[in-house]
């Protein structure tokens, strides 16, 4: 029974953070090549048209992949939390199902429009085909966190006494208190990661000195979305999901935040520390005194509850999980904020083209908001847990009670293998895409 | 009310079936019958700017499913485990087949994605077909073991198989001989709709072998048929109960079989969509005279213990299915205009649009 769950846990874990790496690329890309093509509408400057061009070629493998990917997030909910499903579809059925009917639909018929019409119907056509394919999955993105802020702060629903979860209040899914500043958050962190990757490549043309002007483009645009773009994901977005953490679960904070007690006088933001949770105290740690409670109520000596405050029962399940999966994403999204912060100065200056040292800095930081996408999304997850709705059902209340660890094990091994070899056929093209670099087409 | 959703349910899969169900055929067609690159590039163009739409389909009569009848989507995609996470793995190979064959310009990397986009649609069409049976056969709901149920009533597991692949066995398994033959049938019937949403979309060259391919295997079809209605009676000893008590209900089984008399013509056929609508009678008929046949079962029991599982038993509650009723037509609304324009902009022949070619 535990071994059944470990594996269910792990599969849906495994499987969810893979598929993620191409939505949150896809959500902001799809804005950034709106962008693009609408600036070419603008200006009739075909560098534009021409960008946004190579830009739908590598949206358009990272959307494709997100879509294989995804299928069997809404399987899996089927066959491995068969009881969650049972028990609560028909709440987060409700949700789920409108994800398919209004957001797959939208971005599916339209992104075969957007990939292959431009010739059939001219630039604006092209360009709302595209603004399609970009509300398409931001209204997805907004679905599945509706679906997830339920699940967190469950609303709108009765427990009948068979122990079935029904819905009593529709509107009040999409106005969850835990919706909106989620979902701002999240999407925020999605143009982050187009922001740096739009960046990335930039700079990597620059400093190969091929196909350079694409690379300045590339680069003025990308850092202008990525400083706005980290900014919002800080504040207020972030600010606020960290707001109703403390307000909803405040034992998860006091997690996340490493606070094993209760401090009297204001609690200290921990910077670096390993959670010894066996002696219920951070280890070699580096803190700054009073800056949580300011941060959290504005009040330099405001008591935050620590983890002595609750029963061990309500513990999440994996605190120095947490714990480094929150530290890790804040650290990134500082880091984040300040590089972008120095590259928008040097671009003012017009000096950013030629400061190698931002440019390699710039380069190199491409993989880190998918890891603080990730951890962001763990913080969340491991957050919740020992349950799947939060207060209300237990995780290991909702796996699939006839499918046997054995067979599960036996799936889990297989999608490693095919996620593998996806994860690797996805690098080489990628790899060959930006080699061969943006096309100049005459118009 | 859940007769609205159950009747919705039933025509977002026959649509599925419709629509991804050329995609299937064209990838078996280019599996066995496609020999030249011109013959290949036909085909795929054919389906290029379609086949992740029309898989959507999936998606969201999946979603209905999930919240309309949550019992059952638990009960049946946990108890068909291991078949659901196959049917996942190879519509990825599909998928991928087709994307990513035209990214690299080498014959041996395009030989590989034409085998898995190929193989993967067969066996898809092979599994959905095994699919329906299992549902039309039932399972021990609840796994009775000697009379005493082992889990909640509503809940089973099968293997991929029992050693004598026999549908009346005490331990049944998905893949049994009856399964097969439904299967079978599934694999044929898509072949056929896949070569006639080809020859309607394309003025490739292979359009007159594919013809001929409709006209005999619309016959293989027919023999398919006959044979399974002949050995219904043993899965279920009164198939057609629901028919008799309710006469209306023979529209399907006469447009079912309006589709395979059609295709009979198919040489003559002046128009080239006339094959298409018929093998689309084929499938929506076919379809509705199963589900026809086992209503108001979704899942029958194998067992005299547990009951089947009904459209009553495994709905949600009210309020949840009647505030998705308005949502549901708005997004209706929304997706068939999307079809209109999508088809509009690709409609006749697609043989110029270039897919793959990125």
């Known amino acids: ?443 | 009310m859940e007769l609205f959703w159950y009747i919705t349910l039933m025509i977002m899969l026959a649509v599925y079936l419709i629509l991804d169900g050329y995609d299937f055929g064209a990838g078996i067609i280019h599996l066995f019958f496609a020999k030249t690159e011109k013959d290949k590039k036909a085909i795929t163009n054919a389906i290029g700017p379609f086949w992740d739409a029309n898989e959507v389909w999936l998606i969201a009569a999946g979603g209905v499913l999930f919240f309309a009848f949550p019992t059952l989507y638990a009960s049946s995609f946990s108890g068909f485990y291991l078949p659901l996470i196959m049917i996942l793995w190879l519509l990825i190979f599909r998928a991928i087949g087709l994307e990513l064959r035209g990214q690299v310009n080498n014959h041996l990397w395009q030989a590989v994605w034409d085998k898995a986009f190929g193989i993967a649609s067969l066996l898809l069409a092979l599994f959905f077909g095994i699919a329906l049976g299992n549902v039309v056969r039932g399972v021990n709901l609840g796994m009775v073991e000697n009379g005493v149920s082992t889990h909640e009533a509503h809940y089973f597991f099968l293997p991929l198989w029992n050693p004598t692949f026999s549908p009346q066995a005490e331990h049944l398994g998905i893949i049994d001989w009856f399964t097969v033959l439904l299967g079978l049938v599934a694999v044929v019937a898509l072949t056929i709709h896949g070569a006639n949403w080809i020859i309607f979309k394309t003025n490739s060259e292979l359009n007159t072998k594919l013809r001929k391919v409709v006209f005999v295997l619309n016959a293989v079809l027919l023999v398919l048929v006959v044979v399974s209605l002949l050995i219904w009676h043993i899965i279920e000893p009164n198939p057609f109960h629901n028919f008799l008590e309710t006469p209306w209900l023979w529209i399907f089984p006469v447009i079912t079989f309006t589709g395979i008399f059609g295709l009979f013509k198919v040489k003559s056929f002046t128009k080239d969509g006339l094959g298409f609508v018929f093998s689309s009678l084929f499938l929506f008929g076919g379809f509705a005279s199963t589900a026809a046949s086992i209503f108001p079962k979704l899942l029958p029991s194998t067992n005299n213990i547990n009951p089947s599982l009904t459209i009553e038993n495994v709905a949600a509650h009210e309020y949840g299915l009647s505030v998705g009723m308005n949502w549901f037509f708005i997004a209706l609304l929304l997706v068939v205009v999307y079809l209109i324009v999508q088809y509009k902009v690709f409609k006749g022949k697609m043989d110029d649009v270039g897919y793959g070619e990125h």
């Not at chain 1, 300045?216 to 202008?224: A, E, H, N, R, S």
């Not at chain 1, 504040?235 to 307000?247: H, I």
Request: no cysteine; proline share 4%.
């Open chain 1, 1 to 443: 029974m535990e071994d059944m769950l470990f594996y269910d846990r792990i599969q849906f874990a495994f499987t969810v953070t893979f598929h993620y790496l191409f939505p949150q690329l896809t959500m902001g890309l799809s804005l950034m090549i709106v962008y693009f093509k609408w600036k070419f509408l603008k200006t009739k400057i075909d560098k534009y048209n021409d960008a946004a061009k190579f830009w739908m070629k590598i949206f358009a493998l990272n959307f494709a992949m997100g879509v294989v990917t995804g299928i069997p997030m809404e399987f899996q909910f089927g066959t491995n939390w068969a009881k969650f499903s049972e028990l609560t579809g028909g709440i987060i059925g409700q949700t789920l199902a409108m994800e398919g009917m209004f957001s797959f639909f939208l971005e599916s018929s339209f992104l075969g429009l957007f990939l292959f019409g431009e010739k059939l119907l001219g630039h604006k056509l092209h360009f709302l085909t595209g603004f399609l394919v970009f509300l398409g999955s931001w209204a997805s993105g907004f679905l599945i966190i509706a679906t997830h802020s339920w699940m967190q702060y469950p609303v709108g629903y009765e427990i009948l006494e068979n122990g079935k979860y029904v819905l009593n209040n529709f509107s009040a899914l999409f106005s969850n208190p835990w919706l909106w500043p989620s979902y701002l958050h999240n999407q925020a962190a999605s143009v982050v990661t187009s922001a740096f990757v739009v960046s990335a490549i930039g700079a990597f043309y620059v400093l190969s000195n091929k196909h350079s002007e694409f690379g300045k483009l590339f680069l003025k645009t990308g850092v202008v979305f990525g400083l706005v773009s980290s900014i919002i994901v800080a504040f207020p977005t972030g600010d606020l999901a960290a707001k109703n953490v403390v307000e909803h679960q405040p034992v998860t904070f006091a997690a996340m935040e490493g606070l094993f007690e209760t401090q009297p006088k204001g609690s200290e933001i921990v910077l670096i520390g390993q959670p010894n949770v066996l002696e219920k105290k951070l280890d070699n740690k580096i803190a700054v005194p009073n800056i949580l409670s300011f941060l959290t109520y504005q009040k330099w000596d405001a008591q935050i509850k620590g983890l002595n405050e609750f029963d061990e029962a309500l513990y999440p399940t994996n605190i120095p999980g947490l714990y480094y999966a929150y530290h890790i994403m804040v650290g990134l999204g500082t880091i984040f904020i300040g590089l972008m912060l120095l590259a928008s100065v040097q671009l003012f200056r017009k000096k950013l083209y030629g400061t190698k040292w931002i440019l390699w800095a710039l380069m190199f930081m491409a993989p880190f908001p998918y890891i603080a996408n990730t951890t962001g999304w763990y913080t969340a997850e491991l957050g919740r847990q020992p349950w799947l709705v939060y207060n209300l059902l237990r995780t290991s209340e909702g796996a699939s009670p006839t499918v046997s660890s054995g067979n599960t094990l036996f799936t889990l091994l297989g999608f490693i293998g095919l996620y593998l070899l996806l994860g690797l056929l996805f690098l080489i093209l990628i790899g060959k895409i930006v080699n061969k670099g943006p096309q100049t087409v005459k118009h």
